[in-house]
T-cell receptor, first 111, second 116 residues
Framework: GNSVTQMEGPVTLSEEAFLTINCTYT??????LFWYVQYPGEGLQLLLK?????DKGSNKGFEATYRKETTSFHLEKGSVQVSDSAVYFC??????????FGKGTRLHILP | GAGVSQSPSNKVTEKGKDVELRCDPI?????LYWYRQRLGQGLEFLIY????????KSGLPSDRFSAERTGESVSTLTIQRTQQEDSAVYLC??????????????FGPGTRLTVL
């Protein structure tokens, strides 16, 4: 069935380190792919998205590329900051508009 | 078993009518969230409850939207004088968390609202 698998956390990095959070999906057809972020004390908010193969979503220095051949949408950032500490959710949405979330990856950035 | 449940699963209403959407969180979860997902778009945060209080109402799109939670359990999202742009899937989630952003959110199946 449809599912999203993302790397388990918590992930702890030092400031200015390179970040990768892996995400792979199982879905029929050509879903839209999303990364959401939840900062402490807040609700989920959309970080970036990609709607077709080879699209790259980007926002706030984060990037993710829609790789259809590997059914992946890995989140990357070249130099993380303490303010990036949050929980990150990978998700996809099929044509039925039902959104499927991964379990979330908690990220801690140390100063 | 006890996941997050929402009712109704589908609601069709006429423009100008009021609707109430219900969310039953997982028992013992203190945090409860409402989101909206419009056709072809990502999730949009609406409101968050910690216990029965809502520290963050900033996501409510207009004063036609309100939400309440009682007994640290059931929550109701009310939309007054519905408009066609309110058509969306409304998702509820709950988490154990005292502090949002720490605990995993568990999502309900959603209520699909269609305003004619």
């Amino acid at each position: 069935g449809n599912s999203v698998t993302q790397m388990e956390g918590p992930v702890t990095l030092s400031e200015e380190a390179f970040l990768t959070i892996n995400c792979t999906y199982t879905a029929t057809g050509y879903p839209s792919l999303f990364w959401y972020v939840q900062y402490p004390g807040e609700g989920l908010q959309l970080l970036l998205k990609a709607t077709k193969a080879d699209d790259k979503g980007s926002n706030k220095g984060f990037e993710a590329t829609y790789r259809k051949e590997t059914t992946s949408f890995h989140l990357e950032k070249g130099s993380v900051q303490v303010s990036d500490s949050a929980v990150y959710f990978c998700a996809f949405m099929n044509r039925d508009d039902k959104i499927i979330f991964g379990k979330g990856t908690r990220l801690h950035i140390l100063p | 078993g006890a996941g997050v449940s929402q009712s109704p699963s589908n609601k069709v209403t006429e423009k100008g009518k009021d609707v109430e959407l219900r969310c039953d969180p997982i028992s013992g979860h203190t945090a409860l969230y409402w989101y909206r997902q419009r056709l072809g778009q990502g999730l949009e945060f609406l409101i968050y409850f910690q216990g029965n209080s809502a520290p963050d109402k900033s996501g409510l799109p207009s004063d036609r939207f309100s939400a309440e939670r009682t007994g640290e359990s059931v929550s109701t999202l009310t939309i007054q004088r519905t408009q066609q742009e309110d058509s969306a899937v409304y998702l509820c989630a709950s988490s154990r968390g005292v502090l949002a952003g720490v605990d995993t959110q568990y999502f309900g199946p959603g209520t699909r609202l269609t305003v004619l």
